[in-house]
């Protein structure tokens, strides 16, 4: 067994968090999970920034004391990790009084040392990065990440010896190809290198500012909120107080970083260590950023929904999923709402949900829901126990290189070799002929399903342990990757659809049928719309009584309706809020489609479709003229 220490930077409290602190801390999450199911002794560090001018800003802009400021907005954070399931081991606090107690140990033993003494200084401070930028560093006089003038502070300061360990960060960079990854984020910082490193100026007077931890050899200033705050990765962990914790866990194997905080984390932290004598990180890996501006963009393209929205509408895990499925570890990637949908759609409802549906049905109907029993397969079923041993490989080796969203495709790829060997064997034809291999074959689907569950078990945690009682794992041990765990006889869980299709035409406003360009018109005239009277029939059209009705939340366009048929009731959305009171609706004899597959529409299930007939500004419902023919009436 081994260890496996990681963390994500700590965030500003300046601020709510958003899409972008909630991908760094997810993809730790998943690595985090990842190392415990593989049994290594793992421990998740993740927390908040709350010194700084930035931080005391806010407070003041709030009128509130900071440290009140902090305690309220830490809040907000701990919420959101709880939300989006986040496991994280400890959470650091740099208002924390231990923290504050190895910040001081720290400094001192670097002052002690030597290595830190006191001058004037001259230099443009941005508080959105809270940093000194030198004259050459500024682009056009602005801060070449904020663009905003800056401030030329001169003041007395104490200043840590950062620049005469230039050349022992370029040889630990040049003998440990892994400490800075990817490749192209070390090469920048060598490249930074090349330039003659400065000292840094580490402390901040009271009299500007006075949130801070005060320097232990000179009470009237503060320790500089950078360097207060990368050693929350050693103080987390008892450093300088208690060193059986330390030495159990330092050195981190990874510090998760966005490229916006590279050189903090590549050239101020490895040299702070180097004086500290402590070693270095196994690696700073930098992640590239969500952009959102192709979002905002589409609000042209109807709703627009904030990132963290989508948790509302359709659940966590498919939020984390997509994120670890999108993103190119390293490069930027955009977040896209119809991109959200499709990959859901296609990969989660269609690739994996079928699949689970298709087997809990199957064993339901012809096996009275136990597992059923395995014989001897012939080549078919070879080769998918096959891929099911390299998948399991295959997904290790590229977690390990940082490939998420490759390791996330090959698990996919394995779902889909699943269903085709499901067509293959065609076990729905093959049980007339001969049960006792169509329930083989069932039981090798369900075996080989029960595996790509457990690889996506870190990304959507909850689902995945949801869908595996579907097909009755209950008790997982994920370090054991031996084919045949599931046993012949046990009882399936109840089954429930895993990831209800999403309708893209309602999330996201399709052209309407009128404003259909006549070449797109054509189109559907020559490709041909004519069905035979047997795909007619199967569409199943029933009488539906509303029984009540009222708007989603979030949406100008959608109600939610539940409605009677027969016996039975149940709920559907549809898009006639501009048309339609909710109340009014109530106790009509509506014609509704009662055999679509259920989908979401705004977070919201959706089982069956209404008729209406739409004009160019209107909708007018499909209702039945005499309302005793009653509910759940088949329309022939
Ligand atoms: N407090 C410092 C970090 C100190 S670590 C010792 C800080 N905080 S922050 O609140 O600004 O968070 C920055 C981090 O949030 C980034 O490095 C990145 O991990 C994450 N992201 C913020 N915006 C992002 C995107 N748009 N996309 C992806 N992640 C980004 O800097």
Same mark, same amino acid.
């Given at each position: 067994?081994?260890?496996?220490?990681?963390?994500?930077?700590?965030?500003?409290?300046?601020?709510?968090?958003?899409?972008?602190?909630a991908?760094?801390?997810?993809?730790a999450?998943v690595?985090a999970?990842?190392?415990?199911?593989?049994g290594?002794?793992?421990?998740f #560090?993740?927390?908040?920034d709350?010194?700084?001018?930035?931080?005391?800003?806010?407070?003041?802009?709030?009128?509130?004391?900071?440290?009140?400021?902090?305690d309220?907005t830490?809040?907000?954070?701990?919420?959101?990790?709880?939300?989006?399931?986040?496991?994280?081991?400890?959470?650091?606090?740099?208002?924390?009084?231990?923290?504050?107690k190895?910040?001081?140990?720290?400094? +001192?033993?670097?002052?002690?040392?030597?290595?830190?003494?006191?001058?004037?200084?001259?230099?443009?401070? %941005?508080?959105? %990065?809270?940093?000194?930028?030198t004259?050459?560093?500024?682009v056009?006089?602005? %801060?070449?990440?904020?663009?905003?003038?800056?401030?030329?502070?001169?003041?007395?300061?104490?200043?840590?010896k950062?620049?005469?360990?230039? =050349?022992?960060?370029?040889?630990?960079?040049?003998?440990?190809?892994?400490?800075i990854?990817?490749?192209?984020?070390?090469?920048?910082?060598?490249?930074?290198?090349?330039?003659?490193?400065g000292? #840094? %100026?580490i402390?901040?007077?009271?009299?500007?500012?006075?949130?801070?931890? $005060?320097l232990?050899?000179?009470?009237?200033?503060?320790?500089?909120?950078?360097?207060?705050?990368?050693? @929350?990765?050693?103080?987390?962990?008892?450093?300088?107080?208690?060193?059986?914790?330390?030495?159990?866990?330092w050195p981190?194997?990874?510090?998760?970083?966005?490229?916006?905080?590279?050189?903090?984390?590549?050239?101020?932290w490895?040299?702070?260590?180097?004086?500290?004598d402590?070693?270095?990180?196994?690696?700073?890996f930098?992640?590239?950023?969500w952009?959102?501006?192709?979002?905002k963009?589409?609000?042209?393209?109807?709703?627009?929904?904030?990132?963290?929205?989508?948790?509302?509408?359709?659940?966590?895990? /498919?939020?984390?999923?997509?994120?670890m499925?999108?993103?190119v570890?390293? =490069?930027?990637?955009?977040?896209?709402?119809?991109?959200?949908i499709?990959?859901?759609?296609?990969?989660?409802?269609?690739?994996?949900?079928?699949?689970?549906?298709r087997i809990?049905?199957l064993?339901?109907?012809?096996?009275?829901? @136990?597992?059923?029993?395995?014989s001897?397969?012939?080549e078919?079923?070879?080769?998918?126990?096959?891929s099911?041993?390299?998948?399991?490989?295959?997904?290790?080796?590229?977690?390990?290189?940082?490939?998420?969203?490759?390791?996330? $495709?090959?698990?996919?790829?394995?779902?889909?070799?699943?269903?085709?060997?499901?067509?293959?064997?065609?076990?729905?034809?093959?049980?007339?002929? @001969?049960k006792?291999k169509?329930g083989?074959?069932?039981?090798?689907?369900?075996?080989?399903?029960?595996?790509?569950?457990?690889?996506?078990?870190?990304?959507?945690?909850?689902?995945?342990?949801?869908?595996?009682?579907?097909?009755?794992?209950?008790?997982?041990?994920f370090?054991?990757?031996?084919?045949?765990?599931l046993?012949?006889?046990?009882?399936?869980?109840?089954?429930?659809?895993?990831? /209800?299709?999403?309708?893209?035409?309602?999330?996201?406003?399709?052209?309407?049928?009128?404003?259909?360009?006549?070449?797109?018109?054509?189109?559907?005239?020559m490709?041909?719309?004519?069905?035979?009277?047997?795909?007619?029939?199967?569409?199943?059209?029933?009488?539906?009584?509303?029984?009540?009705?009222?708007?989603v939340?979030?949406?100008?366009?959608?109600?939610?309706?539940?409605?009677?048929?027969?016996?039975?009731?149940? +709920?559907?959305?549809?898009?006639?809020? +501009?048309?339609?009171?909710?109340?009014?609706?109530?106790?009509?004899?509506?014609?509704?489609?009662t055999?679509?597959?259920?989908?979401?529409?705004?977070?919201v299930?959706?089982?069956?479709?209404?008729?209406?007939?739409?004009?160019?500004?209107?909708?007018?419902?499909?209702?039945?003229d005499?309302?005793?023919?009653?509910?759940?009436?088949?329309?022939i």
């Open positions: 067994m081994s260890k496996f220490y990681i963390t994500t930077p700590i965030y500003y409290v300046n601020d709510e968090p958003h899409i972008g602190h991908y760094t801390t997810i993809l999450d690595l999970r990842y190392h415990r199911e593989l290594d002794d793992t421990f #560090l993740t927390g908040t709350e010194h700084g001018q930035k931080v005391y800003q806010a407070a003041k802009e709030h009128g509130v004391e900071p440290k009140q400021h902090c309220e830490v809040i907000h954070f701990k919420e959101l990790w709880e939300k989006l399931h986040i496991d994280y081991d400890y959470f650091i606090r740099t208002t924390d009084e231990s923290h504050k190895v910040v001081q140990n720290i400094l +001192q033993n670097i002052y002690n040392k030597g290595d830190i003494y006191f001058d004037e200084y001259s230099g443009h401070y %941005c508080v959105g %990065c809270e940093r000194f930028y004259e050459k560093e500024l056009e006089g602005k %801060c070449p990440q904020h663009l905003t003038e800056l401030k030329l502070i001169t003041e007395k300061n104490y200043f840590f950062m620049g005469a360990y230039q =050349q022992k960060l370029i040889d630990y960079i040049h003998k440990h190809p892994d400490f990854q990817p490749d192209f984020r070390r090469n920048e910082v060598l490249g930074f290198l090349r330039q003659p490193l000292d #840094l %100026c402390s901040r007077p009271k009299s500007r500012l006075s949130w801070g931890i $005060e232990s050899f000179d009470k009237n200033y503060v320790t500089y909120v950078w360097f207060d705050a990368l050693i @929350n990765y050693v103080s987390a962990i008892g450093a300088t107080v208690e060193d059986d914790q330390f030495s159990q866990w981190a194997d990874y510090h998760l970083i966005g490229k916006d905080i590279l050189t903090t984390h590549a050239v101020y490895p040299t702070m260590l180097f004086a500290a402590f070693p270095q990180p196994r690696t700073i930098a992640h590239g950023w952009m959102s501006d192709e979002f963009m589409s609000k042209s393209l109807g709703n627009v929904v904030r990132p963290l929205e989508l948790i509302d509408l359709y659940g966590v895990d /498919p939020l984390r999923f997509y994120l499925r999108e993103m570890l390293g =490069q930027d990637a955009n977040f896209n709402l119809e991109s959200f499709r990959r859901y759609n296609s990969d989660l409802a269609n690739d994996l949900g079928n699949l689970v549906g809990n049905t064993i339901r109907r012809h096996f009275d829901g @136990n597992i059923p029993v395995l001897d397969g012939g078919n079923e070879k080769e998918l126990k096959k099911g041993k390299d998948v399991g490989i295959k997904v290790r080796k590229l977690i390990e290189s940082m490939r998420v969203n490759k390791a996330v $495709e090959e698990t996919m790829q394995f779902v889909r070799s699943i269903n085709r060997y499901m067509e293959k064997s065609a076990p729905w034809k093959l049980i007339k002929q @001969n006792e169509a083989s074959v069932l039981y090798f689907a369900a075996e080989s399903l029960r595996i790509g569950l457990q690889l996506l078990h870190p990304i959507m945690p909850s689902r995945m342990d949801q869908v595996l009682a579907m097909i009755g794992v209950t008790e997982i041990d370090t054991n990757h031996t084919w045949g765990q046993k012949s006889g046990t009882e399936l869980g109840k089954f429930e659809i895993p990831f /209800p299709r999403i309708d893209l035409s309602v999330e996201i406003k399709e052209t309407p049928e009128d404003e259909k360009t006549p070449d797109k018109r054509e189109e559907i005239e490709t041909g719309n004519q069905i035979s009277i047997d795909e007619f029939r199967k569409v199943e059209l029933k009488t539906a009584e509303v029984v009540s009705a009222e708007r939340e979030g949406t100008d366009k959608l109600i939610k309706l539940q409605i009677k048929l027969g016996e039975e009731e149940r +709920q559907i959305v549809a898009g006639i809020a +501009q048309h339609y009171q909710p109340e009014e609706l109530v106790g009509k004899m509506i014609i509704v489609v055999n679509l597959e259920p989908t979401i529409i705004r977070g299930e959706s089982n069956g479709m209404l008729l209406a007939a739409s004009g160019k500004d209107t909708i007018v419902l499909a209702t039945m005499d309302p005793s023919i009653g509910s759940g009436r088949q329309l």
